[in-house]
């Protein structure tokens, strides 16, 4: 319980919440004798793994819950309502009342900023619905208010925004209109539900900075809902552990952060990829978190000597993608996902390309796996050039690299054991031959990854996110290969889920001289795993260094607006970085209107730095 | 993060209450549909006549009459009940062979068009497009001018014109299904087109499908029999529930047993498959299953 600082009531007041879904011997607890208070002005986290209860506690106060339904089975939740003038218990005051409340005093912004506005109506409409629907204005109020409050997220241009429609919006945008229909009404209390895990990080410090701005300036109280502790510690005054549906611990965001007590808070702030935490190493670390994941004895590859012949070589790789319109159909525009894109892996090596959404990493993994069909550029596999090769031949690389892919849910058949799925690229190309074989080299995977051989009779649906996305890495190894393309493949995981599949990459990489391509947007992961750094950005590489030079000496402005961008776990420590404006560009271009190339220029030793 | 595997302490009678049969859909659909099955797959021993017997003397008893003719007869004095029973054959029939036949030829085409877009898929929709604008009844009636009535012809119309729903809706789902991480995955490393189409992306398009076929066994049975009053259909000697309604018209004054029992049973035979149907989507539907 955090201790209450004045005698004041607190604004909200949550006693012993229990949530269930389902009845009778079927229910499930999603939400165990939780308490804690909320003070005005103040920004309350409530931290945890997924699973743990944290988004259906703030649904309780919404008093959203009967909609997906659960049902409040004990607890109180006591608001205190300037509105209706006295104490409200949400749990249960009557549905008009709580109508009355929703959106006006307690208001709400959700994860994804894609699909949590209505498609078909301008910004404008869903804004003045908000406004007359509880401040009784006339559309033209309304519309006026609506432009007040765009102005106020620092949205530029908010006349013409007002009749866009989200479709002509970026993500960071969309998100800043739902900060804006959420506070239009001026809420005693904000929720944020994630509101930046699915933006990129320079977005995601836009989005923090106009929360905290906000919250300064209309003396709002928010509850933030989160799993990254960057952000919470940037964010926080107070902060609440939640694991598996009970309260862990709260307290000051110095307290839980800095001196937690219990061990799963500790547990999972070790887990948390500190950026800086590597200064000063070469070569990669695992994680050693006593409860989560134990360092095995196994040492991570150390930097790689560059003499040795790479097992890849990436050669001025260019892929775009056409977008065809107009009368005749034809090709008007392209994106330039991929320009000139140059580098080498060597073996055993985990070389990281980072960027952000639109910047081209994920179609240079696809173009060297060939899902997608380069325009140019060459890709030479111990030299020997693939891309001239016959079909056929080509078909047989593909054994040579395997993907992962992000989303751990979606890249296993649901429908197919996984026994089936783990050999099916084994299959594919001929190492595996009979029954007998397959049921020997699906065990043999498993226990690679450290799962038990019986699992391979299971279906997916059986297993959990980090199980499932083992079961990928176990796939991929299935034809032993040199390159494992690895597309944001923990990023969709718990922090606690993700330092151990680091892990068992790391062990993997040094058992099998492995090579990872490794992408992702996660600097602070990148910083464990990775050898080398390569930098993305509009489709080019624009800085590419081992991860000392990159971390510790990055030289491209991009470099270091992504760097900067990055939430530091400190708490206590409020960030001072400027709010970085604007958007990424986009890297689609009309037909003849080529990009500028960019040039590299050798920094030092293996470090090159774009113009 | 943890597997949570409760032990199954319940009775039998308890662990069914909780199971997915308990439901009036399924109870109810699938005695109907087995009731209809076994009295068609027996409907020569119960009958041994197959309702053909005429007996001018019984002519129009009146049901619940009688216990040689429970349902009475119709105006050439044939057991309406015997024929009940034998005409399920021909509905079943062309029910199911209909439907299945359209099943497998829309879901190739469809499974083909949706994966590999393209000319192919262009060619194939538009094709589809005129198909689905043609008038069931006027191309069956033209055909069947042509080549003749008969059991066989009306599977074959049926089939032609109701392949083309089911390659639209197993195209729908492709078109989702072939960008899902798997079925990448599976490019990745190298798994043949052919194989992803039928081992990775097929069962995946299976649950929308299954439901449309039993929704499209009752509307074919149903189907079948308009064909037959028109005399589009079966040969007249041979019963059919089509056939039967179609004769009784002209007496639905003075002998309505002779209309409304074949009615009866298509009704209560579409009703079973309907429900089954239902009780089918609500368990592959992913959120049907927080019930």
Redesign the interface.
């Known amino acids: 319980m955090p201790t209450p600082k004045t005698e004041v009531h607190p604004l909200l007041s949550v006693k012993d919440l229990s949530v269930e879904f389902g009845f009778g ?2 229910a499930v607890r999603a939400v165990d004798g939780l308490s804690f208070d909320l003070h005005e002005k103040k920004t309350l986290a409530i931290v945890g ?1 997924s ?1 743990s209860g944290k988004s259906i506690s703030s649904l309780a106060v919404l008093g959203l819950l009967k909609h997906i ?1 659960g049902n409040i089975t004990s607890g109180a939740l006591n608001f205190q309502s300037a509105l209706l003038g006295q104490t409200v218990d949400l749990a249960t005051a009557a549905e008009g009342t709580l109508r009355k409340i929703r959106g006006n005093e307690i208001a709400m912004i959700f994860q994804e900023p894609m699909t949590s506005l209505n498609p078909v109506f301008t910004i404008g409409s869903q804004m003045a619905e908000t406004l007359a629907l509880h401040q009784g204005l006339n559309t033209k109020d309304a519309r006026k208010k609506a432009l007040e409050f765009l102005d106020l997220v620092r949205l530029p241009n908010a006349k013409r925004l007002l009749d866009s429609y989200p479709h002509q919006l970026s993500g960071g945008m969309r998100q800043r209109v739902m900060i804006a229909m959420a506070i239009c009404c001026q809420p005693k209390i904000l929720i944020a539900d994630e509101p930046t895990t699915a933006l990129d990080v320079t977005i995601q410090a836009q989005i923090l900075h106009i929360i905290r701005e906000l919250q300064e300036e209309l003396g709002t109280s928010v509850i933030f809902i989160s799993h990254d502790m960057g952000v919470v510690s940037e964010m926080a005054d107070d902060v609440l552990v939640m694991k598996a549906s009970k309260f862990v611990e709260s307290g000051s965001v110095r307290d839980v952060l800095g001196h937690p007590q219990k061990d799963y808070t500790r547990a999972l702030l070790a887990a948390v990829p500190k950026i800086g935490s590597m200064t000063g190493t070469s070569a990669p670390k695992l994680f050693d978190i006593p409860g989560i994941t134990a360092a095995t004895g196994v040492t991570p590859n150390a930097t790689v000597q560059s003499d040795e012949q790479p097992v890849l070589e990436i050669e001025d790789l260019t892929t775009r993608y056409d977008i065809r319109g107009g009368l005749l159909n034809r090709v008007t525009h392209r994106v330039h996902a991929a320009e000139n894109v140059s580098f080498n892996i060597y073996p055993g090596e985990t070389l990281a390309l980072v960027g952000e959404s639109g910047s081209g990493k994920s179609t240079v993994g696809k173009t060297i ?1 060939q ?1 997608v069909e380069p325009v140019s550029g060459a890709m030479r596999y111990h030299g020997q050039d693939i891309f001239a090769l016959p079909k056929e031949e080509r ?2 690389f ?2 040579q690299t ?2 992962v ?3 751990p849910y ?7 054991t996984v026994g089936e ?1 783990l050999v ?2 084994a299959r ?2 001929g190492i595996v031959t009979t029954k007998a074989q397959a049921q020997d080299l699906a065990a043999d995977l498993l226990k690679k990854v450290d799962l038990p051989t019986d699992y391979a009779k299971r279906y997916p649906h ?1 297993f ?1 996110g ?1 199980q499932r996305q083992r079961l ?1 890495i176990a ?1 991929a190894l ?2 032993n290969p040199s390159l494992i393309i690895a597309d944001e493949a923990v990023s969709a995981l ?1 922090v606690s ?1 993700q330092a151990q599949v680091v892990n068992l990459m790391m062990e993997l990489q040094a058992k099998h001289k492995l090579s990872y391509l490794f992408i992702t947007h996660d600097m602070a992961v990148v910083e464990r795993i990775s050898h080398r750094v390569a930098v993305m950005y509009l489709g080019q590489i624009v800085e590419i260094g081992t991860r000392q030079q990159i971390f510790e000496n990055p030289q491209h402005s991009y470099t270091k607006r992504l760097l900067s961008a990055v939430p530091v776990l400190n708490p206590g420590h409020r960030p001072t970085r400027p709010p970085l404006e604007g958007e990424i560009p986009s890297a689609t271009r009309a037909v003849g209107d080529e990009p500028a190339l960019v040039n590299l220029r050798q920094v030092s030793e293996g470090h090159y730095v774009g113009a | ?3 949570t595997t409760t032990q199954t302490t ?1 009775s039998w009678f308890k662990r069914f209450l ?1 199971s997915r049969y308990a439901s009036f859909e399924f109870l109810t659909g699938a005695f109907l549909t087995a009731t209809l099955v076994l009295l068609v797959i027996f409907s020569g021993l119960i009958f041994p006549d197959g309702g053909t017997k005429v007996n001018i003397m019984a002519r129009l008893t009146e049901p619940f009459q009688s216990a040689d003719f429970p349902l009475g007869t119709d105006p050439l004095g044939r057991d309406i009940l015997a024929r009940i029973i034998h005409g399920g054959r021909i509905s079943l029939l062309v029910g199911l062979f209909s439907a299945l036949g359209a099943v497998i030829l829309g879901t190739v085409i469809g499974l083909f068009a949706g994966y590999y877009r393209g000319f192919i898929d262009a060619f194939v929709m538009r094709f589809a497009d005129i198909q689905l604008a043609l008038p069931f009844i006027l191309l069956a009636i033209t055909v069947i001018a042509i080549v003749g009535p008969g059991v066989d012809r009306i599977i074959i119309l049926m089939i032609v014109s109701q392949w083309v729903q089911y390659a639209r809706l197993v195209r729908g789902s492709v078109l989702s299904l072939r960008e ?3 079925v ?9 087109n052919i ?1 992803i189409i039928f ?2 992306i097929l ?2 398009a299976m649950g929308p499908l299954i439901i449309l076929l039993t929704l499209n066994v009752a509307n074919n049975i149903l189907l079948e029999s308009s064909l037959t009053f028109l005399g589009l259909g079966a040969d007249p000697q041979t019963p059919s529930w089509g056939g039967m309604l179609s004769e009784g018209r002209s007496y639905i004054q003075t002998a309505w047993w002779v209309t409304v029992f074949p009615g009866i049973a298509i009704m209560l035979t579409v009703l079973g498959l309907n429900l089954l149907g239902d009780w089918l989507r609500d368990e592959l539907d992913p959120l049907g299953q ?1 019930r």
């Open positions: 011997d079927f793994e699973g339904g796996q899902l078909k047989a593909q054994k395997q993907y892919f992000q989303d979606g890249s296993l058949n649901p429908r197919k799925s099916e690229p594919v190309h059986q959990s980090g990928c796939r299935a034809c718990d889920v | 993060m943890t597997d319940l909780y899902r991480e798997f990448q995955a599976a490019r990745s490393y190298g798994l043949p194989k081992s990775h069962p995946n927080t």
